[in-house]
C-alpha cells in the first residue's frame, strides 16, 4: 500500500517540484482538475498588469508594432510546436477550439473534391461531432461513426476525414496516433487529431506519425486561462492548397492593404481570422512558456509515475470502485477515470473536503494529472479522501446531489 511517507519521498526527488512554486494553489485544496482548467501562474497577474497598464494604458494603438502583439499567434504557436511535434510555422495560436474544428474540417473536405464522409466515433468529445453536424446540416459532408474498434474497417474511399481525439475525454484511453493515420492514408484521406486533452502531457508526435491537421485546447495543460485561445497544426505539405472558409482580414495576405478581395496569407498565417485576443494570447503565453520550459520528455515521465500512485493508492482506499482507464499508462492520457453510478455526489463531496476533480455525465469519476504541479502527496489525500467518503456514505446527503449549473 503507498504511503503518505512514500509520496512525501518521492516529491522530495521530483526534478519538477520547484515547478509548483510557479501556481496560485489555494492552500488546503487538491487540485485534480488541470485536464479540465489549469491552475494560474503566478507571473500571469503581473504580465497581465504590464500589458494593461503600459502596452495599452501607455502605448496604445502603437503597441501592435512596438509590444509586437501582431505576431503573438504565431509567436505562441512556434512555442508550443516542439511540445506535438510539429515545426515552428506549422502552429498557430487563434480562436477557440471548436471556430478551428470548424475551419480543418472545412478545408479537409475542400482538399479531397468528391468526397463529403468525415469518420468519427461515437463518445468523441461533442463539439467534434456538432462541427461535423453543422457542415452535413450545410450539405458539404456527411458524418460517419464507427466504434473505436471499427475504425479502420470504417475507411473507404468515401471517407474525405478521420477525425478522432487523441486522449478520449472520459476514459483517457489514448488512440494508435500512427496505426490510424496511416490507414486513412492508405485510402486516400485525411486525419485530423483533436488534442485538448493530451497536448503539453503525453506524447504527441504529429510529424512523426504523418499527421495532416490538428486542434487543439489552451486553457487544460497550458494553463492559459478560461476561455483560453485554442492552436490549430496544418503540415507543410498543405499550406499552398489550404482554404479556410472563415476567410477573415487576419487571414489576409496583406490585411494593412485593406483591399476588397480576398487572398490569403502565406503559410500558416491563413489560418487566422479576425483580430488577435491580445489579453487572452499574453495568459496563454505564460502558461505555454512554463510547459515549454519543463519540455514533455519530463513531463511525460513525471505524469505516468502521478497516475501510476494514484492508481496504486485508488486501488488500496477504494478497492471496490472500478477503474475504467486503460490499465497500461502508454496507452492512456494524464488521468484516471473511474466509474460510480453516483459519480456526480462522490466529486461534490470530495470538493466539499477541498479535493477538487471531476464528474462526466453519466457516471464517470475523472482526477485529472497536471505534471507540472502536482504532487504524489496530493494523490495519496486524494485517495484517502475517496475512501473516506465511500466508507463513511456522505455522498449520498442531498445536497451533495444538486447539480450545478457547470459540471
Given at each position: 500500500?503507498?504511503?503518505?511517507?512514500?509520496?512525501?519521498?518521492?516529491?522530495?526527488?521530483?526534478p519538477l517540484?520547484?515547478?509548483?512554486?510557479?501556481?496560485?494553489l489555494?492552500?488546503?485544496?487538491?487540485?485534480?482538475?488541470?485536464?479540465s482548467?489549469?491552475?494560474?501562474?503566478?507571473?500571469?497577474?503581473?504580465?497581465?498588469?504590464?500589458?494593461i497598464?503600459?502596452?495599452?494604458?501607455?502605448?496604445?494603438v502603437?503597441?501592435?508594432?512596438s509590444a509586437?502583439?501582431?505576431?503573438?499567434?504565431?509567436?505562441?504557436?512556434?512555442?508550443?510546436?516542439?511540445?506535438?511535434?510539429?515545426?515552428?510555422?506549422?502552429?498557430?495560436?487563434?480562436?477557440?477550439t471548436?471556430?478551428n474544428?470548424?475551419?480543418?474540417?472545412?478545408?479537409?473536405?475542400a482538399?479531397?473534391?468528391?468526397r463529403?464522409?468525415?469518420?468519427?466515433?461515437?463518445?468523441?468529445?461533442?463539439?467534434?461531432?456538432y462541427?461535423?453536424a453543422?457542415?452535413e446540416?450545410q450539405?458539404?459532408a456527411?458524418?460517419?461513426?464507427?466504434e473505436?474498434g471499427e475504425?479502420?474497417?470504417?475507411?473507404?474511399?468515401d471517407?474525405?476525414?478521420?477525425?478522432?481525439?487523441?486522449?478520449h475525454?472520459k476514459?483517457?484511453?489514448?488512440?494508435?496516433?500512427v496505426?490510424l493515420?496511416e490507414?486513412?492514408?492508405?485510402?486516400?484521406?485525411?486525419?485530423l487529431?483533436?488534442?485538448?486533452?493530451s497536448?503539453?502531457?503525453?506524447?504527441?508526435?504529429?510529424n512523426?506519425?504523418?499527421?495532416?491537421?490538428?486542434?487543439?485546447?489552451g486553457?487544460?495543460?497550458?494553463?492559459?486561462g478560461?476561455?483560453?485561445?485554442?492552436?490549430?497544426?496544418?503540415?507543410?505539405?498543405?499550406?499552398?492548397?489550404?482554404?479556410?472558409?472563415?476567410?477573415?482580414?487576419?487571414g489576409?495576405?496583406?490585411?494593412?492593404?485593406f483591399?476588397?478581395?480576398?487572398?490569403?496569407a502565406a503559410?500558416?498565417?491563413?489560418l487566422?481570422?479576425?483580430t488577435?485576443p491580445?489579453?487572452?494570447?499574453?495568459?496563454?503565453?505564460?502558461?505555454?512558456?512554463?510547459?515549454?520550459?519543463?519540455?514533455?520528455?519530463?513531463?511525460?515521465?513525471?505524469?505516468?509515475?502521478?497516475s501510476e500512485?494514484l492508481?496504486?493508492?485508488?486501488?488500496?482506499?477504494a478497492p471496490?470502485?472500478?477503474?475504467?482507464?486503460?490499465?497500461?499508462p502508454?496507452?492512456?492520457g494524464?488521468?484516471?477515470?473511474f466509474?460510480?453510478?453516483?459519480?456526480?455526489?462522490?466529486?461534490q463531496a470530495l470538493?466539499?473536503?477541498?479535493?477538487?476533480?471531476d464528474f462526466?455525465d453519466?457516471d464517470i469519476?475523472?482526477?485529472?494529472?497536471a505534471?507540472a504541479?502536482?504532487?504524489?502527496?496530493?494523490c495519496?489525500?486524494?485517495a484517502?479522501?475517496?475512501?473516506e467518503?465511500?466508507?463513511?456514505?456522505e455522498?449520498?446527503?442531498e445536497?451533495?446531489?444538486?447539480?450545478?449549473?457547470?459540471?
Open positions: 500500500m503507498p504511503s503518505l511517507q512514500e509520496a512525501r519521498a518521492l516529491d522530495a526527488a521530483d517540484a520547484g515547478y509548483r512554486g510557479l501556481f496560485a489555494p492552500p488546503g485544496v487538491v487540485y485534480l482538475d488541470g485536464n482548467l489549469g491552475a494560474l501562474p503566478l507571473g500571469t497577474a503581473s504580465r497581465m498588469g504590464e500589458v497598464r503600459k502596452e495599452w494604458g501607455e502605448g496604445l502603437r503597441s501592435w508594432n509586437n502583439w501582431i505576431d503573438l499567434p504565431k509567436k505562441i504557436g512556434a512555442m508550443i510546436a516542439p511540445l506535438i511535434g510539429a515545426g515552428p510555422d506549422e502552429v498557430i495560436a487563434c480562436d477557440s471548436s471556430v474544428l470548424f475551419k480543418l474540417i472545412s478545408a479537409a473536405l482538399l479531397r473534391p468528391g463529403k464522409v468525415v469518420l468519427s466515433e461515437p463518445g468523441n468529445f461533442p463539439t467534434d461531432l462541427m461535423i453543422g457542415l446540416a450539405g458539404l456527411e458524418r460517419r461513426l464507427a473505436r475504425l479502420e474497417a470504417a475507411l473507404d474511399e471517407v474525405a476525414l478521420l477525425l478522432l481525439t487523441q486522449v475525454y476514459t483517457g484511453a489514448m488512440h494508435d496516433m496505426r493515420t490507414a486513412a492514408h492508405d485510402v486516400g484521406a485525411l486525419v487529431w483533436d488534442l485538448s486533452h497536448a503539453g502531457a503525453v506524447p504527441v508526435n504529429l512523426g506519425c504523418g499527421a495532416d491537421l490538428a486542434v487543439g485546447c486553457y487544460k495543460y497550458f494553463n492559459g478560461p476561455g483560453a485561445p485554442s492552436f490549430a497544426f496544418v503540415a507543410t505539405r498543405h499550406h499552398a492548397a489550404l482554404q479556410q472558409p472563415l476567410t477573415g482580414w487576419m489576409h495576405a496583406a490585411p494593412f492593404a483591399t476588397d478581395d480576398y487572398a490569403p503559410g500558416i498565417g491563413r487566422l481570422t479576425g488577435p491580445i489579453l487572452g494570447m499574453v495568459t496563454l503565453e505564460e502558461g505555454v512558456r512554463i510547459i515549454a520550459e519543463i519540455g514533455i520528455e519530463r513531463l511525460v515521465a513525471k505524469s505516468r509515475a502521478l500512485f492508481r496504486a493508492a485508488m486501488a488500496d482506499f471496490d470502485l472500478p477503474c475504467v482507464s486503460p490499465a497500461d502508454a496507452r492512456r494524464s488521468q484516471l477515470s466509474g460510480h453510478p453516483e459519480a456526480y455526489a462522490l466529486s470538493i466539499a473536503r477541498g479535493v477538487i476533480g462526466r453519466p469519476l475523472r482526477f485529472g494529472l505534471p504541479y502536482l504532487r504524489f502527496e496530493d495519496w489525500h486524494a484517502e479522501a475517496l475512501g467518503v465511500l466508507a463513511s456514505g455522498w449520498k446527503r445536497e451533495f446531489k444538486q447539480r450545478a449549473a457547470v459540471t
